[in-house]
């Protein structure tokens, strides 16, 4: 197989937005060719989200099929990055199937909507420098770019914070309970946080 007609723009499937930079094969569309998914989290991301995980000249890639029902995805997941979308979709199932409350507060931003967050995270703390610890002016916002959610409650952030690397997922900053990102592959422990958004 090869892969043509890289896709400039995001466009919906399945209910996600497909990342920029995403292909086709073979008719389905391809994201984050990165990503290395072990057989159990090709079968579970398959049979939870509708994306399937394949071997191409060597690189695990997801193809995404259309999913099936309005339960494909977990509220909030609009504009975020594929990955991530089915990561949180999946782990907020399982919370929810331990009894532990979970729901995004914040994903995808716009510019604008961010720059807004900047201003007055500049105007609270001060100085840019003392609000970069907080938030990021948009071009460097990992919200804006579909790679962040927010949660609460504190018991589901805590939740997953213990469990999210099953997915990928991981707390980025000492300073936020409530950030997450896939940071890791599905299984193999979180890297070490980072003080706060400022020493990205």
Same mark, same amino acid.
């Given at each position: 197989?090869?892969?043509?007609?890289?896709?400039? *723009?995001?466009?919906?499937?399945?209910?996600? $937005?497909?990342?920029?930079?995403?292909?086709?094969?073979?008719?389905?569309?391809?994201?984050?060719?990165? %990503?290395?998914?072990?057989?159990? @989290?090709?079968?579970?991301?398959?049979?939870?989200?509708?994306?399937?995980?394949?071997?191409?000249?060597?690189? $695990?890639?997801? %193809?995404?099929?259309?999913?099936?029902?309005?339960?494909?995805?977990?509220?909030?997941?609009?504009?975020?990055?594929?990955?991530?979308?089915?990561?949180? $979709?999946?782990?907020?199932?399982? !919370? @929810?199937?331990?009894?532990?409350?979970?729901?995004?507060?914040?994903?995808?931003?716009?510019?604008?909507?961010?720059? *807004?967050?900047?201003?007055?995270?500049?105007?609270?703390?001060?100085?840019?420098?003392?609000?970069?610890?907080?938030?990021?002016?948009?071009?460097?916002? $990992? @919200?804006?770019?579909?790679?962040?959610?927010?949660?609460?409650?504190?018991?589901?952030?805590?939740?997953?914070?213990?469990?999210?690397?099953?997915?990928? %997922?991981?707390?980025?900053?000492?300073?936020?309970?409530?950030?997450?990102?896939? !940071?890791?592959?599905?299984?193999?422990?979180?890297?070490?946080?980072?003080?706060?958004?400022?020493?990205?």
């Amino acid at each position: 197989m090869t892969t043509s007609s890289v896709a400039g *723009q995001a466009d919906a499937v399945s209910g996600f $937005t497909v990342a920029r930079g995403a292909g086709e094969i073979a008719g389905k569309r391809v994201i984050r060719p990165e %990503l290395s998914l072990c057989r159990y @989290h090709r079968r579970m991301l398959r049979w939870r989200v509708g994306a399937v995980a394949a071997v191409v000249a060597g690189i $695990t890639v997801l %193809l995404l099929e259309p999913a099936v029902g309005p339960a494909a995805g977990a509220d909030g997941i609009g504009g975020l990055d594929p990955v991530l979308a089915g990561a949180y $979709t999946l782990a907020e199932q399982q !919370a @929810h199937a331990e009894g532990v409350p979970l729901w995004i507060n914040s994903g995808y931003r716009t510019p604008a909507e961010q720059e *807004q967050l900047w201003e007055d995270g500049i105007a609270t703390y001060g100085s840019p420098g003392a609000a970069r610890r907080w938030v990021l002016p948009p071009e460097e916002s $990992t @919200h804006v770019q579909g790679r962040a959610v927010d949660v609460a409650p504190q018991e589901g952030a805590n939740w997953l914070e213990a469990n999210g690397n099953r997915w990928g %997922l991981c707390r980025t900053y000492e300073n936020e309970w409530w950030h997450f990102e896939v !940071a890791t592959a599905p299984g193999a422990p979180c890297p070490a946080m980072l003080p706060d958004a400022g020493d990205r």
